[in-house]
């Protein structure tokens, strides 16, 4: 199916402008996403204003220096830098500067300056069945889910793009028969009591995007509404051990009056039957430490804490001297709320320093925690008097355990030429290399460091590997929408694939090579092939042509 633009879309596409490169952009996803057309929305997230390198920045600064305004509401997720003196962010120079003045591009942008993943907590909440563009997992997820508004995962740069031209795609979770559940994930085994813990929901929602995927699923046996931030907690989760862009939770969430209405068939593709075992196995599977007998910091509030959170931790604290500090991550939504009662001055005066972090959060933490090995310990947190160091009631989502490192798995041996023919996905250099064939999804924020290329995710089975110059044949990607900026990054760096082989197109990491492209820098070739081919470039040096042709010897 081609593309079809307006002839309004196609003159805009035209102009050397900024709202000329943000049309190209947007039509470029649309074409690699298969798209027939583009489709008006009501507003939209910003996730792309985030600093992951100077590429970001010089990109912000040229829709700026070319005159582009947003056209719709536009909401910023969190930047670099904090603005309001909450915190001291380790950022040197040159680095601080350039997120700064990424920051202020944004805002010449026309986007609000909310800098929160949670604008469902600050008064964005699209109406339900209205088309919008945003971007940042754990939002996603829950405009789709809970709010029923409708929207895909927008990477990084293209949620820009569609805020300036006011237009997105037309694909995937814009369209209603796209939006319909295919399998059943039943927690009824569950005793009511878990399911009404805090724990439950965040560590469900890490059970259910391993299971799921980016499947489109129901759950089935919540016995009750858990409330507005347990379902933030399972989203967030969700998105970052799988790619979950929508989830149903039968007689609470929209679009799920029951089973039978939301389900795409009569009977599900499958169902999931969770038992107290998988959540127990899940559950510690979210700890990087063994057993911990003290504990040196707490972190929570990703994704940002809401009123309601701050009014359940101040309980829990309830005027006790701690004997760790606790770090509390919000936004200007919450934070304005606190000053204004002066509850902020009451809980700042607990700092501690910090050595062990002790973690609650949802997607940012669990991004973070694939760059390095660290004591994390997911459990439950308590008001500590000065001398206690025990673990109290739940946190949500911290990371999981390590994976051991497999060995590096051998290539076929031999002297035989191997050929395939590969569809384009993005139009790039030819490049040549020795192959890496990746044995797991990835995510490359968080996962792969921007300015080295080496693997960064310590639970990847190929950790330490680098693919800078390699030929990287991509399983699948995982987590944030910000795999397009960090792509990007390490196009601009010098740090890239020599090219991209993917089994199905990958609209958010790809962007980054388009919006490279669009900087006039030169990018990798990015190819489809046939996930069943990968295994036999394994292990050697693999050529893709500029026609899209894969040559290896092996």
């Known amino acids: 199916m081609s593309l079809a633009l307006s002839q309004e879309e196609q003159a805009i596409a035209a102009r050397q402008d900024g709202a000329g490169m943000a049309m190209r952009i947007v039509g470029e996803s649309a074409r690699l996403l298969g798209a027939p057309r583009l489709i008006p929305i009501a507003s939209a997230h910003i996730d792309g204003a985030l600093y992951h390198g100077d590429s970001g920045t010089l990109f912000a600064e040229r829709l700026v220096e070319g005159g582009a305004r947003v056209a719709v509401r536009s909401t910023l997720n969190v930047g670099a830098l904090d603005l309001m003196g909450c915190s001291r962010i380790r950022l040197e120079e040159p680095q601080r500067g350039m997120a700064r003045r990424m920051m202020e591009a944004y805002r010449k942008l026309g986007c ?19 088309d919008v563009a945003w971007g940042e997992s754990n939002a996603v997820v829950f405009c789709n889910s809970v709010l029923g508004a409708r929207t895909n995962r927008y990477g990084d740069f293209l949620d820009i793009a569609c805020a300036i031209t006011g237009r997105a795609p037309d694909y995937g979770l814009h369209r209603p028969e796209n939006r319909l559940a295919r399998l059943v994930f039943d927690v009824s085994g569950l005793s009511a009591s878990f399911l009404a813990s805090e724990i ?18 129901v759950v089935t046996g919540a016995a009750g509404h858990p409330g507005e931030d347990a379902l933030k907690a399972f989203g967030a989760a969700a998105a970052s051990s799988g790619a979950v862009g929508l989830f149903h939770i039968a007689g609470v969430t929209p679009e799920a009056r029951d089973v039978a209405t939301i389900l795409a068939e009569p009977k599900p ?3 999931i039957r969770v038992t107290p075992e ?15 007998k003290t504990i040196d910091a707490v972190a929570i509030g990703s994704p940002h804490l809401s009123h309601a959170e701050f009014d359940s931790l101040e309980r829990l604290i309830a005027g006790r001297q701690l004997a760790v500090p606790v770090y509390a991550c919000t936004g200007r939504h919450a934070l304005a709320l606190l000053e204004k009662d002066g509850r902020r001055k009451r809980l700042e005066a607990r700092r501690r320093g910090h050595r062990r972090r002790y973690m609650r959060g949802g997607d940012a933490d669990h991004a ?37 490192r497999g060995p590096r798995q051998a290539g076929l041996h031999g002297c035989r030429r191997m050929n395939s023919a590969a569809e384009i996905l993005v139009p790039g250099k030819a490049g040549e290399g020795e192959a890496l064939v990746l044995m797991a999804p990835i995510s490359f924020w968080g996962g792969v460091d ?27 990607t995982i987590g944030s929408s910000s795999a397009s900026a960090v792509l990007m990054e390490l196009v601009h760096n010098g740090r890239a694939p020599a090219a991209l082989v993917l089994h199905e197109p990958d609209a958010i990491l790809l962007l980054g090579l388009i919006v490279a492209r669009e900087m006039g820098w030169q990018t990798p070739i990015a190819v489809r092939l046939d996930r069943g081919a990968f295994d036999a470039y394994r292990g050697g040096a693999v050529a893709v042509a500029a026609d899209g042709a894969i040559t290896a010897v092996i």
Request: proline letters at 6%; charged letters at 25%; aromatic letters at 6%.
């Open 269 to 271: 593709e499958a169902v």
């Open 450 to 476: 921007p300015k080295t290329g080496r693997i960064a995710d310590v639970r990847h089975p190929q950790h330490g590997e680098v693919i800078a110059g390699r030929v990287l044949f991509l399983p699948g």
């Open 368 to 404: 973070r925690h694939r760059q390095r090995r660290a004591d994390d310990k997911f459990g439950q947190v308590c008001p500590l008097r000065a001398g206690q160091h025990r673990l109290c009631v739940a946190l949500r989502l911290a990371c999981r355990l390590r994976r051991k």
């Open 112 to 130: 609000e300056q909310s800098w929160t993943c949670a604008p469902y907590q600050a008064g964005h909440r699209p109406a339900l069945g209205s």
């Open 278 to 292: 998988m959540v127990a196995k899940a559950r510690a599977g979210l700890s990087t430490a063994a057993a911990v």
């Open 200 to 217: 439950a929901w965040p560590v469900l929602g890490s059970l259910y995007g391993r299971e799921v995927g980016n499947a489109i699923g």
